[in-house]
């Protein structure tokens, strides 16, 4: 059953989506670094990329959410987000995890579930890189999702999983993406259907999803909202990027028609009427 609009995302909470321009902190990958800050200043948010361990107290001072992500990890890299994960538990600062790659690496994995302690608002990842966290047999392949992951016997082991560990991690929401995406909370979990094939294709799409959670959490929306809202907004975009594309289709076409509509669909007020999914 699919569950109505006004359920999955109350009109009133969407239309003030964006209108807010919270200061967001990444500690991100050098890979999709760029295309993240951009992304962030398309929806109206202001992105600080900063490493920097000794300037983390003054920056945590003006912040007003913060995304860790593993995408890019080096012994250095894993000290400052150790550090940046701690400040945040200190100053409760609204936190988003991005799982990068811990299906291709049991350093990563090790790391997340280090940060996990800390009480995150959300963590994220490709539906391979969260069954590989929770311990699940994942096809994941380096920083990619694999489909097989996206069967509906692995989504439903999937979503039962990160309802067990909502119980241990009561602080926190999970977020899994792919064609179907999964989001858990302590009190609700849904399927979102929107999106297209082609997001898939890209470099950086899950890291720009991660983002967009944290300025929602920044802009002080609650997480079930955040993340029924970043990821249908984004997926939305992505839809309507691809009916602007000539066919046959050009990558560099759809990226551009992507970041086009980023900075465009949260000026229609009834964006929100296109969410696709269902409360399970
Ligand atoms: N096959 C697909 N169909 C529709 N949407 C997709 C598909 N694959 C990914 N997406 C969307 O693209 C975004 C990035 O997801 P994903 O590719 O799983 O992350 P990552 O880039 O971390 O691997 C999510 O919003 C997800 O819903
Ligand atoms: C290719 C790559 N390698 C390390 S980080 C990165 C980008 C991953 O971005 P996303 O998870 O959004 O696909
Ligand atoms: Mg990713």
Same mark, same amino acid.
């Given at each position: 059953m699919v569950t109505s609009q006004k359920d999955l995302l109350m009109n009133k909470q969407a239309n003030n989506f964006f209108k807010k321009s919270p200061l967001v902190h990444c500690i991100t990958n050098e890979v999709t670094c760029e295309s993240m800050a951009n992304a962030l200043l398309y929806v109206n948010s202001k992105p600080i990329m900063a490493v920097d361990e000794r300037e983390f107290k003054e920056l945590f001072e003006q912040t007003d959410g913060l995304l860790l992500n593993l995408g890019h990890l080096s012994i250095n890299r894993q000290e400052q987000l150790l550090a940046a994960s701690q400040e945040a538990l200190h100053t409760n600062k609204p936190t988003v995890i991005d799982v990068v790659g811990v299906s291709a690496s049991s350093l990563r994995k090790k790391l997340a579930l280090t940060l996990l302690?800390?009480?995150? =608002?959300v963590v994220k990842g490709n539906t391979s890189e969260m069954r590989n966290l929770c311990g699940l047999k994942s096809s994941g392949r380096g920083v990619d999702g694999d489909s097989?992951? /996206?069967e509906k016997a692995s989504l439903q082991e999937l979503s039962e999983t990160l309802k067990k560990w909502t119980q241990q991690y009561p602080a926190t929401s999970f977020l899994a993406t792919g064609e179907t995406d999964i989001i858990v909370t302590p009190h609700t979990s849904y399927y979102l259907k929107n999106g297209v094939?082609?997001?898939? /294709?890209? =470099?950086?799409t899950g890291d720009i999803v991660g983002a967009l959670i944290a300025s929602l959490l920044g802009q002080g929306i609650e997480s079930e909202m955040s993340l029924v809202g970043a990821v249908s907004y984004f997926n939305l975009c992505g839809e309507s990027a691809l009916t602007h594309c000539k066919k046959p289709l050009g990558m560099a076409d759809f990226r551009h028609e992507l970041f086009n509509e980023l900075s465009r669909?949260? &000026? &229609?007020?009834? +964006? +929100? /009427?296109q969410v696709k999914g269902e409360r399970i």
């Amino acid at each position: 059953m699919v569950t109505s609009q006004k359920d999955l995302l109350m009109n009133k909470q969407a239309n003030n989506f964006f209108k807010k321009s919270p200061l967001v902190h990444c500690i991100t990958n050098e890979v999709t670094c760029e295309s993240m800050a951009n992304a962030l200043l398309y929806v109206n948010s202001k992105p600080i990329m900063a490493v920097d361990e000794r300037e983390f107290k003054e920056l945590f001072e003006q912040t007003d959410g913060l995304l860790l992500n593993l995408g890019h990890l080096s012994i250095n890299r894993q000290e400052q987000l150790l550090a940046a994960s701690q400040e945040a538990l200190h100053t409760n600062k609204p936190t988003v995890i991005d799982v990068v790659g811990v299906s291709a690496s049991s350093l990563r994995k090790k790391l997340a579930l280090t940060l996990l302690e800390n009480k995150p =608002t959300v963590v994220k990842g490709n539906t391979s890189e969260m069954r590989n966290l929770c311990g699940l047999k994942s096809s994941g392949r380096g920083v990619d999702g694999d489909s097989s992951d /996206q069967e509906k016997a692995s989504l439903q082991e999937l979503s039962e999983t990160l309802k067990k560990w909502t119980q241990q991690y009561p602080a926190t929401s999970f977020l899994a993406t792919g064609e179907t995406d999964i989001i858990v909370t302590p009190h609700t979990s849904y399927y979102l259907k929107n999106g297209v094939a082609e997001l898939d /294709q890209m =470099t950086g799409t899950g890291d720009i999803v991660g983002a967009l959670i944290a300025s929602l959490l920044g802009q002080g929306i609650e997480s079930e909202m955040s993340l029924v809202g970043a990821v249908s907004y984004f997926n939305l975009c992505g839809e309507s990027a691809l009916t602007h594309c000539k066919k046959p289709l050009g990558m560099a076409d759809f990226r551009h028609e992507l970041f086009n509509e980023l900075s465009r669909l949260y &000026k &229609k007020d009834d +964006w +929100w /009427q296109q969410v696709k999914g269902e409360r399970i």
